[in-house]
């Protein structure tokens, strides 16, 4: 089944894509939604970075240090997010 995500791909300091997958603020909230957030990607095979607009305006990323830290350099606060279209695996 084809599923649909609102992100950007991004390449790593090795070359290697990566998405950042932007994220209803409340999936990340609380323990509880953001582990339930993580089990909703855990089908998906490639490494990821959640992003979230924050009440006060502002987007926060949430991933593996590497990661966050070229989202917050590339994206900062002005992503331009796409339709990005992903087949789980099998």
């Not at 070359?15 to 950042?20: E, H, M, N, S």
């Not at 939604?33 to 009440?55: I, K, N, Q, W, Y």
């Not at 070229?70 to 900062?76: P, T, Y």
Request: include cysteine; hydrophobic fraction near 40%.
């Amino acid at each position: 089944m084809n599923t649909t995500l609102i992100g950007i791909r991004l390449q790593d300091e090795t070359g290697a894509d990566f998405l950042v997958i932007s994220v209803p603020p409340g999936s990340l909230a609380t323990p509880d939604a953001a582990g339930d957030t993580l089990m909703a990607f855990s089908s998906f095979e490639f490494p990821h970075v959640f992003a979230s607009h924050r009440a006060d305006g502002k987007w926060i990323y949430v991933g593996l240090d590497s990661l966050t830290a070229i989202c917050e350099s590339k994206l900062g606060q002005n992503p331009e997010w796409q339709e990005i279209r992903v087949l789980p695996k099998a």
